[in-house]
């Protein structure tokens, strides 16, 4: 272990040149942090659905394809409860919230309800295309006509009122595209310039609607309704722009309380354990100066903040502080003994130092692996989260050792500092004994607790549900359920079918079985998810040809002459309605079927989209192309590049982190072994999800390698201490009870402050970051428990003398 040896001299030297340059470090720390945290204000937030797939994913082309041609597919819902939607006074409140909605809602196209909703009709032998309410009547018998018209046009029911009349609907379209460029600057066109909408559409499509732009959009719309919320008029509000709109919001609130809490938590954990004002104040400047430069470096490259990497201030605040702990501690031991700073601090940063770099780079590793995701948010996490732990390491190293050079630390007299743990060391002592007294039953009852819980992992289910992270009574989840209930579906499914054919829309077979496939649609009637509702191209033909029939029920249907189909599509286009561009593209080659469904787990809705793509398939076989996209297929898109994308990360994570536990133990053999207690909290996590049934979403996925990576900091000091002692005197009994006297206490302090760390999403608005609290705590307290009982066990039955190595 010669290698060791010396860089353990190095670290020595490096604590030297430190203390003797101090000044000009923490002045040179100083100013790169400025630099850096000078960005900060550019950091941007993305909560989108599509925003998890990465920019160049095929799905999310085509997802931005569709959204070039027909606009985004977000919406905001805004479902009304009263006794009767066509009740005159109800149809007054409605049209004053449908007005101001329009009005005061920015970034946004549309606003449809009751009030403008399309009624087309003939007159002699003119098309009509307008509102259904041009002008509310007086009185409540001059609505019947209107009301009629809406009950006898089938598209309306469960999309603009429920069967039963209780329900109705405001569906706000938004903005596909940004009003602002990349650079950040409001885009102004000229209202006098005729061709100001075509200039501004080639502009904005540099950026689509922001996730800002539609928080704003959300936040005003909820204003706006909470003025209008009554008894006899009840007011949800959902969609899918809303989901990730509450979802920011949600985030934001967290991430702030989470950082807050766990500061207060490790404060007074530092405080018990160090009882100086430096135990408490050096390790947070290295933690904030962390969290600065890396939620920097996220601004400066464009890397938003997202759902998963929200975890990742409070994830580095906790690791961060215990790589401090370590050092702090064993400076602190030898300073009671010493009084001299200089002597401890090179002390502490050669017995320390290797351990510290070690753990960081095991940890970042856990980290790393999920560089290679398939998902973009989970990929950044990967990236800025091993960044970070790296970007600590040197805090760690470099800054607080700069820090205690310039400090004027208290002596405390040995024997204060040699009686303060003396509970603590009655226990490290009793457990040293018991891991050597006893290894073969401790090795053999941890092999028991493996296989059962291997069995148990079997049983693990997948699932991706954000509705369910929030609170069963939160508002958008109530909204959500009751719109799916009451209205037959929240988000959609679009259908995009090509026919590679410049007005190839107008072949009646083309359209005839465009009609087929809706219908096949519409009978999609399952216990676990059902089509509530499909819009289509042949929706808007089949009304005009009515209404140019002298609106007779008889020719709601699809002419089936070529030339008349092109006439008819002509007048409406003609008639001042903009409709059809929401279903055709303008060479009407490409027809657009929207299909209404509930909001529910994504991994459900894998069979669906498999059985309606293998329909439709053979439906427009030799004729056309159907592809599928919108929220609901990239939401199942993701769970399953999600499930993938854990598998790989595991297996990169626990490869890089065997290959640095050789090398830092310098033995293969003990090195692959000292690995197995690193998987008991992994397993033992996959016990507690079966049994409470917790499922392994977007963020239990990622528990696996964060855990092995934190798990692993244990091992790594206990075997960088032990491995030295047991050189040293070949005792292994000897050497396992010397590390747990040393660094067993810094092991069990940063296990204590990892938890608590963790422990703190038990607040947490969202079931998901509640899971992933509970779950990761869970793993750092097996991990504890394994490194102080397995790993001394596994060596004692392993090395018998200095021979055997």
Known sequence: MNWRYQAERKFENFSDLIFENSKKTIATILLLVFAFGSQLPTLTMDTSTEGFLHKTDPMRLAYDDFRDQFGRDE????????????????????????????NELPYIADVNSLINARNTYGNKDSLIVGDLFEELPDTQAQINP????????????????????????????TQTYSSFDIDGNLIVVSEEDEFAEEDMDVQLQTEYLSDAENTVIVEKTQEIIKQFQAENFEIYLTGSAVIAGTLKQSMMADTKSFVQK??????????????????????????????TVTLS??????????????????????????????????????????????????????????AIVMTSLTTAAGLWSFSFSELSPVADLGVFASSGVLIGLIFTLILIPALISISKIKVKSS??????????????????????????????ISGLIIVVAILFASQLRFAHYPLEWFPEDHASRVATEIVDDKLRGSITLEVIIDTHKENGLYDPEMLNKIERATNYLNSIQTQTYFVGKTLSLVDVLKETNRALNENKPEFYVIPQNRDLIAQELFLFENSGSDDLEDFVDSSFSKARVTVKVPYIDALQYNEFLTQVQNKLDQEFAGMATVSLTGISVLLSI?????????????????????????????????????M?????????????????????????MLIGAIALGLAVDDTVHFMHNFRRYELEYNDVDKAVRLTLMGTGRAIVVTSIVLSVGFLVLLFASMSSMFNFGVLTASAIFIALL?????VPAIMKLMIRNKGDL
Do not use: C
């Open 262 to 291: 766990m500061m207060v938590a490790i404060i007074l954990v530092l405080a018990i354990l160090f009882k100086r004002m430096s135990g408490v104040i050096l390790p947070l400047l290295a933690v904030i100066f962390t969290i």
């Open 786 to 790: 394994a490194d102080f009982f397995l």
């Open 415 to 444: 024997k204060e500092d040699a009686h303060r743990h003396t509970k603590m060391d009655h226990m490290l002592l009793g457990i040293s004994r018991i891991s050597t007294g006893y290894p073969k039953a401790i090795v053999a």
């Open 676 to 700: 197995i207690p690193n998987m008991l909290p992994i397993l033992f996590l996959s016990t507690i999800m079966v049994i409470f049934d917790m499922p392994l979403d977007m963020f239990t």
């Open 146 to 173: 209107q009301k009629q018209r809406a009950l006898n046009n089938p598209l309306f029911e469960n999309l603009l009122y429920s069967k039963d009349q209780t329900f109705t609907t405001i569906v706000i379209d």
């Open 297 to 354: 470096l996220m601004a400066i490259t464009g890397t938003p903040f997202t759902i998963v990497t929200q975890i990742m201030p409070s994830f580095l605040l906790a690791v961060i502080t215990g790589g401090a702990i370590h050092l702090l501690a064993i400076f602190y031991k030898d300073f009671a003994i010493t009084h001299d700073v200089k002597t401890s601090l090179r002390y502490s940063m050669g017995h320390s130092g290797l």
């Open 75 to 102: 919406k905001l819902l805004i479902a009304i409860n009263t006794d009767n939607v066509f009740d005159l006074q109800f149809l007054k409140k409605l049209e004053k919230l449908h007005t101001r909605l329009e």
């Open 638 to 674: 993701i769970m399953e590049k999600s499930i993938n994308s854990s598998a790989i990360s595991y297996l990169i994570a626990f490869g890089l982190i065997s290959i640095m536990m050789i090398i830092l133990v310098g033995n293969i053999k003990i090195g692959l072994i000292s």
